[in-house]
C-alpha cells in the first residue's frame, strides 16, 4: 500500500499484520481520487474508520489542508501515528480515538465541518446505516460537501434522507464506492 501522488508520492505505508483492518486496495483508492480530481485540494478531510490513514493521507497528499482521522482501535491509530510521522503530516492532522458514529456529535458541537468524509467500516455490521443516520441529525459535512463510503454490495446504504443525494456508484468486484453529495434542507 502506497501514496499515488502528491507530496508524498510513491511512499508505501504501514499495514497491519493481521486481517482486523481492511486497507482500501491501491486500484479503488486511485480510481475514487481520480473522480474527486482537484476538489481536494484545499479540503477539510474526515476520515472515519481510518485503519492506517490510507485515504485520508492520500488526500493529504494530494492537497487537502487539514484531515482527521477517527477510529477505535488502538492498533489501528498506531498505524495511523506511524503513517502520518512516515508523511511528516503531524501539522495538518488530527487523530481522535473513538466510534465514528459517537464522533460526529463531538464534531458537530465543537462546530467543524469536512468537503469529504471517508467512511470505510467493517463490511455487513450495519456501520454505513449508523453513520448515514449520525449525519442526517448532527450535519458535519458543507453545503455541497460528499461523505463517500466504501462497502460491500451486499451492505445496501438504504433509503437517504431528504439531504442526501447518492450521485454515483462504482463496483469493484465485491467493494461498492457510493458517493453521496450533502445539501441542506
Known sequence: ?????????????????????????DRVKESLFNIIGTKIIGARVLDM?????NLGLESWSRGAA???????????????????VKCRAEADVQVLKGSAVNIIEHLHHQGLKFDFAF?????????????????EHFQVLEDGGYLII???????IGVLAACFELVRQEPYGETLLSFIRFAKV
Open 150 to 156: 466504501e462497502h460491500s454490495k451486499h451492505d445496501e
Open 119 to 135: 467512511c470505510d467500516p467493517p463490511y455487513n455490521k450495519g456501520w454505513v446505516q449508523k453513520v448515514l443516520q449520525k449525519m
Open 1 to 25: 500500500m502506497r501514496i499515488i501522488t502528491g507530496k508524498a508520492r510513491g511512499l508505501k505505508l504501514t499495514v497491519p499484520k493481521n486481517m482486523d483492518v481492511r486497507p482500501t486496495a
Open 66 to 84: 487539514a484531515v482527521t482521522f477517527v477510529d477505535e482501535s488502538r492498533e489501528s491509530l498506531r498505524l495511523v501515528q506511524s503513517n502520518i
Open 49 to 53: 474508520f481510518a485503519g492506517t490513514g
